[in-house]
């Protein structure tokens, strides 16, 4: 504090200054927001008098914890717009890949035989995944973790350019920036592993583990069975949850030695649980509903007309 009763907002080196990542492919500059009304400039003053003593902030948020939050609550809506991004990748890409499979032509088994790739399972099977999972996120962004998403958006895109070959290189086919786009949003809100480790820590002891299996698995189920598999992966959760209570009571040493002990077991159970979130049949669409597009209230349910095929379908160029 300046004898003037003044503070002094000053960087006085390199090392103090706050760096944000770069979010788009143009770069920019590393700018940081400080939550107080001063002049931008180097050593800015602001009166003392702007300052509230510790304890004594005029607030009925409550703790400083639910204070911080709620001066921060701004920072969700944006976590939200950015895994919102990657979604338009996460579908244009299955979509052109899987169209792309289909148009080119290989060798086939038989001398002379030319087949798309799609004909190989281990090709399309892939793609496949890739759609199913664009599915479930679109369906239930906002439901999910953000994380979840960015994550997935990356991996969907990174699988759909590498089904498609050197072509989905070129600009034109609208493949390459993919990519780099869910790699902008995982970064622009920090580490998404960060943020599961706390997410893991919480879930341990502030989240109610998932009821216990009513039967015993006899492997005779069906792993087409849809309901079978949701309560696999309820059973898979409560392993999980049960495993990371278990070590972290078992670890030694301090708070950090405990939560490594039981670091494996959370992230596995935040996954777990996602997972099961993302593929939760009581949160699937209406009849009627458009993937992307809330249904305004009080509207009826209509069916969704077909797309017409037309020249606005992208093709991969040649």
């Given at each position: 504090m300046h004898r003037a009763r003044e503070f002094?907002?000053?960087?006085p080196h390199e090392g103090a200054r706050t760096y944000l990542p770069n979010t788009s492919p143009a770069g920019g500059p590393k700018s940081a927001v400080v939550a107080a009304r001063v002049l931008v400039?180097?050593?800015?003053?602001?009166?003392?008098?702007?300052r509230t003593p510790p304890g004594r902030a005029p607030s009925g948020v409550g703790s400083p914890r639910k204070r911080f939050l709620h001066a921060i609550r701004r920072v969700t809506v944006g976590k939200l717009c950015m895994s919102a991004s990657t979604l338009v990748g996460s579908r244009a890409a299955p979509a052109i890949a899987v169209r792309y499979v289909?148009?080119?032509?290989?060798?086939g088994p038989v001398a002379g035989e030319r087949v798309p790739p799609a004909a190989h399972r281990s090709h399309l099977a892939r793609l496949l995944a890739c759609t199913a999972t664009a599915y479930a996120m679109t369906f239930l962004h906002g439901t999910v973790t953000e994380r979840w998403i960015t994550w997935q958006a990356r991996d969907i895109t990174i699988e759909s350019r590498e089904r498609c070959g050197?072509?989905?290189?070129f600009p034109v086919n609208g493949l390459a920036e993919f990519t780099a786009n869910a790699d902008g949003a995982i970064t622009a809100e920090g580490d998404n592993l960060a943020v599961w480790c706390k997410a893991g820590a919480e879930m341990i002891f502030g989240h109610v583990a998932a009821p216990e299996p009513a039967t015993p698995a006899a492997g005779q189920k069906s792993l087409?069975?849809?309901?079978?598999?949701?309560?696999a992966l309820a059973a898979a959760e409560r392993h999980w949850h049960l495993t990371a209570r278990r070590d972290v009571r078992g670890g030694t040493g301090d708070a950090l030695g405990r939560w490594n002990?039981?670091?494996?077991?959370?992230?596995?159970?935040?996954?777990?649980?996602?997972v099961g979130q993302a593929?939760?049949?009581?949160?699937?669409?209406?009849?009627?509903?458009?993937?992307?597009?809330?249904?305004?209230?009080?509207r009826p349910a209509h069916p969704v007309p077909a797309?017409?095929?037309?020249?606005?379908?992208r093709t991969p160029a040649c």
């Open positions: 002094v907002l000053h960087t400039g180097d050593r800015a003053r602001t009166p003392a008098s702007n289909y148009l080119r032509h290989i060798s050197a072509r989905a290189l087409t069975d849809r309901t079978f598999l949701r309560r002990h039981a670091s494996a077991a959370a992230l596995a159970l935040v996954e777990t649980y996602t593929t939760d049949p009581r949160r699937g669409l209406r009849p009627g509903h458009r993937p992307g597009y809330p249904r305004r209230p009080g797309r017409p095929a037309g020249p606005a379908q």
